[in-house]
């Protein structure tokens, strides 16, 4: 395995790890205030950053296996 392709399979390990935890976050829907005025954060960009890291995920999963060929 060469360093590109390595490099391929750890970021899309990272991206799922870190899509993982959106997810864990949307679902656990902690109470989470704002410093300035507390004012509640929504968690529905949890849901967006999760699809966004998933899809990166993905991505770089087939581009390693397409670097191999």
Not at 22 to 40: H, I, K, N, Y
């Amino acid at each position: 395995m060469n360093a590109q392709i390595a490099a391929l399979r750890v970021g899309g390990v990272v991206f799922g790890l870190m899509s993982i935890a959106q997810l864990t976050r949307e679902l656990a829907c902690p109470q989470v205030d704002v410093v300035v005025g507390s004012l509640p954060m929504p968690v529905w960009p949890s849901a967006l950053a999760a699809a966004f890291l998933a899809a990166m995920c993905i991505w770089m999963w087939k581009a390693s296996y397409h670097a191999r060929q």
